[in-house]
Structure formats: structure tokens, C-alpha cells
């Protein structure tokens, strides 16, 4: 046994995760889509078939699970964003306030009254934004600009309240935000790597400060060996994520060096 686990079922856990890891990496590098909508799902699957836990405390698990894991992201997108001058500094200031009380609600109301409506929620959220994506793909920007403060206010606190029940870094919802508002696509992608950072950092860490000092309503649910399954589940696919940053890093670095030195040869 390996942290109180079985080694047979810790090799079944590990396989599972693997195949959910590599699933969702291909499918976030084919769509370019953030590795939340693609993780909540996979992790609510993995808890509820195969560690049997109730599906109404799996996605409360899932969703702070998901933000946990793309903190790495979220910080290191946001970084080379910025340094593209892909970030828009000014909506950033603007929403940074709003966004840490939609990130606060957000978080509150997971903790507290999450349950299986959220699988609903999220699974709604989704439809909507798929099929605005798949309509819209081609359409012109439904506003000039984005609205006065008040607007952007609101626009702001929707993003972080509904991301942070969702799991999601912000990307999902941002970016269509910012295309309505006529911003150019760059500037779109690369604001929305900074709102994940204000999304998934100080909601996953206030997810895990509301769990301190106090039982979570987790815990009495689930047998210590699944818990350990769970904190297994966060740790893999954050360790996963940067092996795999690092071997594309390297492999980046030698396909752009390749072609100068049979350059240098000929």
C-alpha cells in the first residue's frame, strides 16, 4: 500500500488520470480552449464512476480542484501575454476590484450551497457559449466599445462570480466578451489570461482558507483513502502540466535553433 491506498487501485487511479490528462491536453491544444471546461467535466467523471463520490460533493471537488490546477497556467500565460503587449492594462484596473467580489461570492456560494445544480449550470453556460461561438463566428462585434463603469462593473463580477462556481479560469467567458465589445482578438486572448489569473489564485485560495479551522462538508462523505485519491488528482495533473511547459519549452527552443545551424553548414 502506498498512502493508505492499494498499489493495484493507485496504478488503476494514476491510468485513469493519465488518460483524462491526455484528453484534455489534446483537446485544449486542438481548440485552444482553457483547460477548465475541459477539467471539471473529466474530474466530475473520474470522482463520481470510479471513487464513488456523490455527484453533488464530485463537482464542488471538481471545480475547486480545477482552479487549483490551472493556477501554473494562469500565471505563466498571463506573464508572456504581458510581455506580447497583448494585455489590456486599462480593463484590467478597471474590472480588478469587481472581479475579487465576483471572485469572493463566487467561491462563498460553491462552498456553502454547491450541489449537483452546478453540473446544470455549468452544462447551460457551455450550450450558450458554444452555440454563440458557432453562430457568431464570422459576425461583427455586436458593440463599439465596451460600456461605461458601471456596465464593465457588472460585466466584471459576472465573469469572476459564474467562473469560480464553474471552475473555469475566465477565458471562456471573457473572450466573447471582448469580441462583442469590438476589442481586437489579441488584445481579447491575451486580457483574458490576466482575468483567469484574478479567477483561479484567489479562488483557489480562498476555497482552501474557507476549508481551514473547520470540517469541510466533504470530508464526513468520503472515506480517508478517496480524500488522499482526490489531493492525488490535484498534485498529478499540476506536475503533468509543468513537465509538459518544461518538454515544450526545450522542444521549442531546439526547433528554432535547427534550422540556423543547417543554415551555418550549407
Known sequence: MILGIPFIELIETVSILLVCGVIAGF??????????????????FVFTVFFKVPLDVAVVVATGTSLLCMIPTSISAARAQYKKGNTDIDVIKRWSVTMLIGVACGITISKFYGGAWLTILFGSIMILNSL????RAKA??????????VGQGIISFCIAFFSCMLGIGGGTLTVPVLNACSEPPHKSVGTSSAVSLFVCVPGALLMIFLNL??????????????LKRIFAVALFIISVNMLYKGITFYTNQTAETTPAVQTVND
Open 27 to 44: 483537446l485544449a491544444g486542438l481548440l485552444g480552449i482553457g483547460g477548465g471546461i475541459i477539467f471539471v467535466p473529466c474530474l466530475t
Open 213 to 226: 479551522g473547520s470540517t469541510p462538508a466533504l470530508a464526513p462523505s468520503l472515506q480517508p483513502a478517496t
Open 140 to 149: 461583427k462585434p455586436a458593440f463599439k466599445s465596451l460600456p461605461g463603469a
Open 132 to 135: 454563440n461561438t458557432l453562430f
